[in-house]
């Protein structure tokens, strides 16, 4: 595939996710231009503020209407998290899957840092709404279950898609798809 030159993609792991693997390859496939944060290693470990800062800061040197986001789960809840209370507009974003608020599921139940902040930017719709792009779950994912999602698209003001049986990992067939709308040239 060509790539587009013009426009370069900061891209948010999901935990243990890589910039050189798996959706980082495929984003790598659209641009030449790809930056981004590993939720592993040294950066998991920082408080949640720390990476809020870390991500704003990279979003403020990186801003042009060329820049593309992705963020998958976590790294989307880490993205949203330094959206709150931001005048930066996201000019193309695509979250797979994210993380945002607690979840029940598959036995289990997960509560990330900060919820009740994040909670409170969707319901008072303080993470921006002239964003343009999508967000994606699938209809089983616990962890980014479809009403959050739909929540969350109505409070940035950009579109929810729900996938028919689909958990937690949107499929890469899909993604690929997703990728192409986002960095097509208009």
């Not at 870390?54 to 789960?73: F, H, K, M, P, T």
């Not at 999508?134 to 279950?145: F, L």
């Not at 009403?147 to 690929?176: F, K, N, T, W």
Request: aromatic share 8%; proline share 5%.
């Amino acid at each position: 595939m060509e790539t587009t030159p013009d426009l370069y993609a900061y891209f948010l792991t999901g935990r243990g996710g890589s910039l050189q693997g798996g959706l980082g390859t495929a984003i790598s496939s659209f641009t030449n231009r790809l930056y981004g944060r590993e939720i592993s290693g040294e950066f998991e470990k920082l408080a949640l503020l720390e990476q809020v800062q870390i991500v704003q800061r990279d979003l403020n040197s990186l801003y042009s209407e060329n820049l593309r986001v992705i963020a998958d789960s976590y790294g989307a809840y880490i993205l949203l998290h330094s959206l709150i209370n931001r005048d930066i507009q996201l000019p193309g974003v695509l979250l797979l899957s994210p993380v945002s608020g607690p979840a029940t599921g598959d036995g289990r139940y997960f509560r990330p840092p900060g919820t009740k902040a994040l909670k409170d930017a969707i319901n008072n719709q303080r993470l921006g709404t002239e964003h343009t792009g999508r967000i994606v779950t699938g209809e089983e994912d616990w962890q980014s279950p479809p009403s959050d999602c739909r929540r969350l698209g109505a409070a940035m003001g950009i579109e929810c898609l729900v996938l028919d049986d689909v958990g937690h990992r949107v499929p890469a067939s899909y993604v690929h798809q997703e990728l192409f709308s986002l960095f097509k040239v208009k």
